[in-house]
């Protein structure tokens, strides 16, 4: 299997994180990618699992570590985890064989990465990142000597991922 590229896309609440991470699968998969995508739930509480009765919650709530159901062409997967670190999802993704794992959120991770600032406090806090390949801005959010694409240069942002999809990644796994 070739090399599998990584890509986060960070930000504040509400930048518009989930929708360019949905745009950059749209556009992978038009070249023939092949993607997994990994959210970071950074909502609080406990992500919504399928009712109790189902038999694979049953299994979990019984004890077991993992529980994966299977039918149509969907694997379900759900396991109790306290922690639970960006690498160890990656893994878990690469059993669908992807060419691309789309990562949103987990910032501190050190995973090449597109930056979404909504303000200049934005820009203050983010611009400490690791691996920053692409700022998208709004306008006045980021310093006039940063490179940096408007949120609606979208021609722009799609020219500077094909060419992410093509080159050397720093992050291959």
Not at 53 to 70: E, I, P
Not at 77 to 102: F, R, T
Not at 114 to 131: A, F, G, H, M, S
């Amino acid at each position: 299997m070739a090399a599998v590229k990584v890509l986060q896309v960070v930000g504040y609440k509400n930048s518009g994180k989930t929708t360019l991470t949905a745009q950059l699968l749209e556009l992978a998969q038009q070249s023939g990618k092949t993607v997994s995508t990994i959210k970071h739930h950074g909502h609080g509480g406990a992500l919504e699992t399928p009712p109790a009765g189902t038999d694979s919650m049953q299994f979990l709530d019984k004890g077991a570590a993992s529980s994966l159901a299977y039918g149509d062409g969907v694997v379900q997967l759900h396991m109790h985890k306290d922690q639970a670190d960006l690498k160890e999802l990656i893994s878990l993704s690469l059993s669908a064989n992807p060419d691309i794992v789309l990562v949103e959120g987990f910032k501190q991770a050190g995973y090449e990465k597109i930056v979404l600032v909504r303000t200049p406090e934005d820009w203050e806090d983010l611009q400490k990142l690791r691996n920053i390949r692409l700022v998208i801005g709004q306008e006045g959010a980021v310093p006039g000597d940063i490179e940096a694409v408007g949120r609606h240069q979208q021609k722009e942002i799609e020219n500077w991922f094909f060419q992410w999809m093509e080159g050397e990644s720093d992050e291959s796994i």
